[in-house]
């Protein structure tokens, strides 16, 4: 399991910034329910492509890899939505010459932990998390936001 700085040190490399501001100031009240849908549709994506493979199945593999893709771009996890997107050309191809996919056995293996990754460092941009100090003070995740309770 990641620890926050961790997650944040990994977010500068997997979330595109200025898309995830864009997205978050477009979807406004919205964002975090959205997030939560990706979240949500991202575990069934990913179980659908992990499934696929294992049944050695490239048509089964499109549709999955396709949301997913979709999805990350979204939100700004661009790491994520590029590994979908090779994940889905090639099994397009694959089920074009009515090949075995079973080449992207190492790009599916990658997609599961980078997902949660990407979902991590999404909601630790997000997180309202109050960690209290000592003092009576609070403080507010990356934000710096301090309230002192006196």
């Known amino acids: 399991m990641m620890h926050s700085g961790e997650i944040e040190a990994a977010s500068g490399d997997l979330i595109n910034q200025k898309v995830f501001a864009e997205v978050r100031e477009a979807l406004g009240e919205h964002f975090v329910r959205l997030l939560g849908y990706f979240r949500e549709d991202g575990i069934k994506s990913v179980a659908a492509?992990?499934?696929?493979?294992?049944?050695?199945?490239?048509?089964k593999l499109v549709i999955p890899a396709h949301t997913l893709k979709g999805e990350a771009c979204q939100f700004g996890a661009d790491k994520l939505a590029l590994v979908a997107e090779e994940i889905e050309v090639a099994a397009r191809h694959y089920l074009e010459?009515?090949?075995?996919?079973?080449?992207?056995?190492?790009?599916?293996?990658?997609l599961r932990p980078l997902f949660e990754l990407s979902i991590a460092a999404l909601e630790a941009e997000i997180s309202p998390v109050v960690q209290r100090s000592s003092g009576g003070s609070f403080q507010r995740g990356s934000f710096g936001t301090k309230i002192t309770l006196n």
């Open 49 to 59: 492509i992990e499934q696929a493979i294992d049944e050695k199945d490239s048509a």
């Open 97 to 110: 010459i009515r090949q075995d996919p079973s080449d992207l056995m190492e790009k599916v293996s990658q």
